[in-house]
């Protein structure tokens, strides 16, 4: 089955830097891609994704790329603020099973 | 749209009884995935139903099973529950059409302890 890992667990910015997560998913057959956001006590919430036909999607502050070649994909945040300190999880999805990777938890420092 | 309803939120059960926990996804989504959530395990796939058919499944024991009804609500039951398995359920809800990745939105969970 699809094994997914994330790297770093942990990762503590400046507010104003820019903050990177990367994934690396094993089963080429993945053709979708997304990110989600959870903060602490709530649900985890889709930020934004990526489907195995497109290298790079930006919404505003934040942007994902997508190697298939490589098998991975990144989540970039720029200009980050206190209110982007989440744990942050990749998942890869064929037809209806998302795998998870393990997450990130990002702290913004102000 | 409602979004993707849980209950109960919280529950607390002793070790060996059964749990049964409830999902109705997103009106018009026929998939709907179950994990759980540990800290420092991330999110554990448990299973996923489509059209009433477990389609999917993650490597849990056979005292964690499911099951979907024709309205696409879903339940999770946990049966001779253990101390480890105090944890967040979260169930997630999606078109689940094959073919094509879709979106898929998360509950707010169920939080169940054992003690």
């Known amino acids: 089955g699809e094994n997914v890992e994330q790297h770093p667990s942990t990762l503590s910015v400046q507010e104003g830097d820019s903050a990177v997560i990367k994934c690396t998913y094993s089963d080429s057959a993945s053709n979708y891609f997304p990110w989600y956001k959870q903060e602490l006590g709530k649900r985890p919430q889709l930020i934004i994704d990526?489907?195995?036909?497109?290298g790079e999607k930006k919404d505003q502050r934040i942007a994902v790329t997508l190697n298939k070649t490589a098998k991975h994909f990144s989540l970039h945040i720029t200009e980050t603020q206190p209110e982007d300190s989440a744990v942050y999880f990749c998942?890869?999805?064929?037809?209806?099973?998302?795998?998870f990777g393990t997450g990130t938890s990002l702290t913004v420092i102000p | 749209k409602a979004g993707v309803t849980q209950t109960p939120r919280y529950l607390i059960k002793t070790r060996g009884q059964q749990v049964t926990l409830s999902c109705s996804p997103i009106?018009?989504?026929?998939?709907v995935s179950w994990y759980q959530q540990t800290p420092g395990q991330g999110l554990q796939f448990l299973f996923e139903?489509?059209?009433?058919?477990?389609?999917n499944k993650g490597n849990f024991p056979g005292r964690f099973s499911g099951r979907q009804f024709s309205n696409s609500r879903s339940e999770m039951n946990v049966s001779t529950l253990e101390l480890g398995d105090s944890a967040l359920y979260l169930c997630a809800s999606s078109s689940g059409l094959r073919g094509q990745g879709t979106e898929a939105f998360f509950g707010q969970g169920t939080r169940l302890t054992v003690v």
């Open positions: 998942a890869a999805s064929l037809v209806g099973q998302f795998y």
């Open positions: 990526i489907r195995s036909n497109v």
């Open positions: 139903y489509f059209s009433e058919t477990q389609r």
């Open positions: 009106s018009g989504h026929r998939s």
